[in-house]
């Protein structure tokens, strides 16, 4: 079985066979799938629990090093009381429940998002998850809750201004230092479930060269064989990283599948 080394994830033997470094998806249509079987929302939430637990399991099979998925965006708030308490509380439980099993096969599990404004229970539960499996390699996953794109930014500038940096200094490089998830390379494919064709502002400057995947298949519905066909997608296509107007040009190998 390949597997990526986060440490040193461009020399394995899955990375050579076009298998992404880092994969982000939007977990999107949970509350449709709910609808069409008449069930609450909440059913349909949970539902997507197990459905990320099995997508994690097949990304560290398939020799991902990295999975990103927004968990709970900082527009997520304004959704009914009722439905974000019961949000918090499945995070609480999921976790409770899957830490162990995700420790034991390797994956370690990362936070990235605004935890200032989630209760004390929420945040500690998160912080005790990545804690408890910082050692692992196998996979990296984090969960971008109370996150947003816009706010990333917004909080990577802040704190070069609070370093001091003169402006001169500041480029591209320096901004994604400042990144929340300035220990992940960019996301290589981005997935949206759910039929919507959107970014929803999630990992805005992380992604502005990823390969978007976007699927009809409501995420309680996406599984095994819904990666291997975004997969399949990713590496079907031609990466230029920005060039373009070269159509006749062949891409480089550092340019990949």
């Given at each position: 079985m390949s597997s990526v080394n986060p440490a040193d994830p461009g020399k394995s033997s899955a990375a050579l066979a076009g298998v992404p470094r880092h994969v982000a998806i939007v977990m999107d249509g949970n509350?449709?799938?709910?609808?069409?079987r008449f069930m609450p929302r909440g059913m349909g939430h949970k539902a997507g629990v197990d459905a990320l637990i099995k997508v994690v399991q097949a990304s560290a099979d398939r020799g991902i090093g990295y999975l990103t998925v927004f968990a709970f965006s900082s527009e997520n708030w304004k959704r009914p009381e009722e439905e974000v308490s019961g949000l918090m509380s499945l995070l609480i439980l999921a976790l409770s429940k899957h830490v162990a099993s995700m420790k034991a096969d390797g994956v370690r599990i990362r936070v990235v998002g605004d935890l200032?404004?989630?209760s004390a229970q929420v945040r500690q539960a998160l912080l005790d998850a990545a804690d408890a499996t910082r050692h692992n390699d196998r996979l990296v996953l984090t969960v971008a809750f109370n996150y947003g794109g816009r706010w990333?930014?917004?909080?990577?500038?802040?704190?070069?201004?609070?370093?001091?940096?003169?402006?001169?200094?500041?480029?591209?490089?320096?901004?994604s230092r400042y990144m929340a998830m300035s220990y992940a390379p960019d996301p290589d494919l981005f997935i949206r479930t759910g039929g919507e064709v959107r970014l929803s502002n999630f990992l805005l400057w992380q992604s502005a060269y990823a390969e978007l995947v976007f699927t009809d298949c409501l995420w309680p519905d996406f599984d095994a064989a819904e990666l291997d066909k975004a997969l399949l997608a990713y590496r079907t296509r031609e990466r230029r990283f920005g060039d373009v107007g070269q159509d006749d040009a062949a891409p480089s190998a550092s340019q990949g599948a």
């Open positions: 509350g449709r799938w709910a609808r069409k200032t404004t989630v990333d930014v917004v909080q990577a500038c802040r704190q070069i201004v609070e370093a001091g940096l003169d402006p001169a200094q500041v480029d591209e490089a320096t901004m």
